[in-house]
C-alpha cells in the first residue's frame, strides 16, 4: 500500500481483479494503509489474496518476525470476506521467494511468488449463471440490420434463447450472435458481441439484456457502500446506463483500523461507508456481492464532470421507507451553500443583487433577489432562507438579522462573490 491519497486509485485498478498482492513492510508490520487496502479489496470481492511480507533481509530473514506479522493480519482479516489468504516472506531487493525459492529462509515451504501466481485457480471466479448483457450502442448500418453491441457482464447467452430488455419488460428471442470474426453459437464473460434478435423491440444504450427467467432487481432506491456526501446531486453510472441523483442517507463510516461502524453527516476522501441512495430513473442492477458487473457503479460531479467515487450496490429498498423530511444540512449540500440574508445596500444595489445571482446561478448555487420596502421583508427573507436560498435583499428596508451586508458602492459582482467564498456562504 501507498501514500493515502492515492487509495483511490488502487480501488480502481483492483475493480477489475481476481488476486490482489497486499505487500507489507517486515519493519513496520501492518500498517493502516494495510487495513485499508485490504477491506477494499474485501468490498470488491477479491478472493484471492496473496500477503507479501517484503524486505526480509532487513530483518535478518527471521521467521519470528513472519509469524509474527501473520497472526496480526489473521487477526484483522476475521472480520473479512476472504477466503483465500497466502502469506508469503520476500526480498524483491535480493529476489528471495519471488521467481526462485529463497535459500536464507529455509523455515518458509511454500512456493515462491511467480508460482503461486501461474496456480491460482481463477476460471471458476466468473458467475455463469446470472446472465447480463449491458447495451453499450445500437448498430444500424442499414435498413437490413440492428444489433445491439457490448460486453457480456455474467452467464451465458446462446442463440434461440428467449431474453427480455429492462427496464421496458419487452420480450424477444436471440436471433445471431456477431463478432468480428463472424457468427457464434454462444457468449459468455468477458467477450464484446453484437446480438440480434428476430422482434423489433425498443432498446436505446443503458439498457440491459437479460435472460426471461434471471430478472435482476429494478429500483430508483437502493442501498450501497461508497463515499458520498448527502444531498448533493451526483451522476450515478452503472453498466453502462447515468441517471442523475443523490444520497437520501449515510447510515455509517467504516473504520478501517476497527472495521467498526461510526455515525457520520458525510464521507470523506478515502472514508468507506453504506449509504442509501436515490436516482431520479430506475436502474437495473444486481447486488455487488451476486455480479460485480452490474453490482457497481461511479459517482460523477455534474459541474466538474470529474468522477469522485465509487460504490458497490448491496440491497435494494422500498421508496416509501425512506421519505423522510428534507433537513437544512440536505438542502445546504444540495446547493453547495449556506441559506441566509444577505443585505445589498448603496448605490445601484439592485443592479448588484441581480448580476450576483445570475453569477451564483451559473456556478450551481441557488439565490433570489428580495426587492420592495415592505415591512415583511424579514418574514419573507425568513421564508426564502427556510426553503435553503440565498436572499439577496435589495431594499430600502434592509433586513436587521441579516447575516451579512455587502455595499454596490464600494464593491464589484466579483469581489462579493469571492467574499461569499471567503466567508464560507458557498462551497
Partial sequence: PGHEQYTRNMATGA?????????IDARYGVKTQTKRHSYIASLLGIKHIIVAINKMDLMHYDETVFNTIKSE?????????????????????????????STEMPWFSGQP??????????????NFTDARFPVQYVNRPNLDFRGFCGTVASGIFNTGDKITALPSGKS???KSIVTYDGELEKAFPPMSVTMTLTDEID??????IVLSDQSPSISDHFKAETALIPGKQYIFKCASRSVSGSISSIHHRTDVNTLAQIKAKQLNLNEIGTCSLAVNAPIVFDTYKTNQSTGAFVIIDRLSNVTVGAGMITES?????????????????RFSQQAMTINITGNNHANLAYQLERRLFDTGHAATVLEGDSAQNAYYAQLINQSGLICLCASQAPVQHSQLEISATTETVKTAFDRLKTENVIN
Fill in 113 to 126: 511468488l511467480m508460482a503461486t501466481l501461474e496456480s491460482i485457480e481463477i476460471a471458476n471466479d466468473r
Fill in 203 to 208: 432498446i436505446s444504450r443503458g439498457d440491459m
Fill in 172 to 174: 424477444s428471442t436471440i
Fill in 73 to 101: 493480519y489473521l487477526s484483522f482479516s476475521e472480520q473479512l470476506q476472504l477466503t483465500n489468504i497466502i502469506f508469503m516472506p520476500i526480498s524483491a531487493l535480493k529476489g528471495d521467494n519471488v521467481v526462485h525459492q
Fill in 317 to 333: 429498498i422500498d421508496s416509501n421507507d425512506q421519505l423522510q423530511p428534507v433537513s437544512m444540512a440536505e438542502k445546504s449540500a
Fill in 15 to 23: 475493480s477489475t481483479c481476481d488476486l490482489a498482492i497486499i505487500l
